[in-house]
């Protein structure tokens, strides 16, 4: 398993479509749940997913884009309004959630 900080094991890692939970990297590490591939989820799914992850910061913590300040609660609204701003977000982490996932053994994975 990869490495992951402390304070990010509370962010999903994936979504179950069938159960409707999301996916946790402890889960994944005591072997409860496996990792469903982000190309088998809808893009309304992986929105979902999106938004849940920047709800699961911190919420006081701000972010600065394109010279704005956005809290996390703000950002979680702009890809859940799938604004300028909230698309790019929204390609930035799940473009990072395919590399993390990447690093994870195949035994990990929903077959």
């Not at 889960?27 to 920047?54: M, P, S």
């Not at 702009?78 to 799940?94: H, L, P, S």
Request: aromatic letters at 10%.
């Amino acid at each position: 398993m990869p490495a992951i900080v402390e304070s990010a094991k509370k962010r999903p890692l994936s979504y179950d479509p069938v159960t409707q939970t999301f996916i946790l990297y402890d889960e994944i590490q005591n072997g409860t749940k496996k990792i469903v591939r982000l190309e088998k989820l809808t893009k309304e799914e992986l929105i979902n997913l999106a938004v849940e992850r920047q709800l699961c910061d911190d919420q006081g913590s701000t972010v600065i884009l394109t010279g704005e300040v956005f809290t996390k609660k703000q950002l979680a609204d702009e890809i859940k309004n799938q604004t300028a701003v909230g698309m790019r977000m929204f390609d930035v982490d799940i473009n990072y959630l395919k590399f993390y996932l990447s690093q994870f053994p195949i035994e990990c994975f929903e077959s």
